[in-house]
């Protein structure tokens, strides 16, 4: 957006490849990961969970250990899923505003 006639050339086939590699290959490990996890828990009684899918946190409620390091790695997965976005994106904009803010005519800002 800050140089939209280099776009192309920062905008590669190769960084856009990497870029969606490296989005499958951190969904990827953290869904191993989480289902890693899972596996671990010993399972007892009522197998029956009233949801369409089967999410984490229903799987959780129906272990019979203690699921505090769970319960705990499921909520660091979605703060840093949430939050590592966020920051890319608030960092944009932080970096669009001040280049709109460095331009000197307001014609030029517009």
């Known amino acids: 957006i800050c140089n939209p006639l280099r776009y ?7 960084l856009c490849t990497w870029l969606v590699a490296g989005s499958w290959a951190s969904g990827m490990t953290l869904s191993l990961g989480q289902t890693s996890f899972i596996f671990t828990l010993p399972f007892c ?9 089967c999410d984490i946190p229903p799987l959780l409620r129906l272990a019979c ?12 997965a ?5 939050l590592f976005p966020f920051l890319l994106i608030l960092g944009s904009y932080v970096h669009i505003i001040t280049t709109i803010l460095k331009i000197t005519t307001s014609k030029g800002r517009q």
């Open 65 to 76: 250990g203690d699921t505090t390091i769970n319960k705990i790695t499921v909520f660091m």
């Open 45 to 53: 009684e009522d197998n029956h969970i009233n949801y369409f899918f």
């Open 8 to 14: 192309s050339s920062i905008m590669s086939k190769q």
């Open 78 to 82: 979605g703060l840093l899923i949430t």
